[in-house]
């Protein structure tokens, strides 16, 4: 196929499971091994087009987002949300810089790695929506001190592929007492800074791979992975209103032992 192709197929990939607990990362590296595209600019590109899904969040809140902006200098509230973020992301940016190439060297390469995290997200994320403690917090942009800390410090486990930061915010969030609509929204919001950090670190270091040839594939997977994320942003709220967290659960699980099939029968 053509290269093109590859790039709507990820960005598609990329923009339907950025936000929803599944692991964007798990899907793109199990995708590009199915599809057999090679290490190299495959693995950057996969990264390149999480700023398109997160370009998703700056457009469908960004009447919010800039309201905030504008009322930093007056309002207290409005710094305490901006301030919540940053401290958010802190931990996560702190063990993701310390343990980047083991991450994308070692991790990233594991496949089986990825599909039992698969399944054990899934399981974690049947059981959480099972068994959770009553909410106490329902404001995504006026949480306490503690709890901001305390969802930054479930961000970290998603260094590990397959995890899912998505999953592993909004479970954290519920666990520590915040309802379930503010976790998924405030996991919004830390995607931003997260993902730009993301991008920009593996931007500079493969800033040799990012040639002009390859700038229209990386666009393609760009503007598709933007696309498909504005329609899972919309809707996402409304279904795990409506549905809990348990089918994203019974999804990761199908797919990892799909996974771990296909790569059982490969192996000669």
């Keep these: 196929m053509a290269d093109w192709i590859y790039a709507v197929i990820l960005g ?17 590296l199990l995708t590009k091994t199915l599809l057999g595209l090679p290490d190299g600019f495959w693995d950057t590109f996969s990264v390149m087009i999480q700023l398109g899904a997160i370009l998703a ?26 301030a919540s973020v940053v401290i958010a992301v ?38 959480v929506d099972r068994w959770s403690p009553r909410p106490r917090e329902g404001d995504a942009m006026a949480l306490s001190f503690w709890r901001v800390v305390g969802i930054g410090l479930f961000q970290c486990l ?4 397959g995890v899912s930061r998505s999953g592993a915010t909004i479970v954290g969030g519920t666990l520590i007492g915040i309802d379930r609509r503010a976790a998924t929204e405030f996991s919004f919001f830390m995607a931003i800074p997260t993902m730009v950090g993301a991008f920009a670190l593996d931007f ?28 899972v942003v919309k809707t996402m709220l409304g279904f795990i209103a409506r549905f809990g967290l348990t089918p994203y659960g019974w999804w990761r699980i199908a797919v990892g032992v799909v996974g771990l099939g296909i790569i059982q029968f490969a192996r000669p």
């Design 204 to 231: 500079w270091e493969n800033r040799d791979v990012l040639t002009a040839d390859n700038l229209g594939v990386i666009a393609v997977g760009f503007v598709v992975s933007f696309v498909s994320a504005v329609l």
């Design 158 to 161: 998603s260094v590990v592929p």
């Design 90 to 127: 802190i931990p996560s940016a702190v063990v993701g810089f310390a343990l980047h190439d083991l991450i994308k060297n070692v991790l990233f390469e594991s496949a089986p790695l990825i599909c039992v995290s698969l399944i054990l997200g899934g399981v974690v994320l049947i059981v």
């Design 12 to 28: 598609l990939v990329e923009g339907l499971t950025e936000f929803i607990p599944v692991s964007s990362t798990g899907h793109l």
């Design 57 to 82: 969040v700056v457009v469908l809140y960004f009447q919010r987002l800039w309201g905030v902006f504008l009322r930093l200098p007056s309002d207290p509230q409005a710094r305490w949300f901006a």
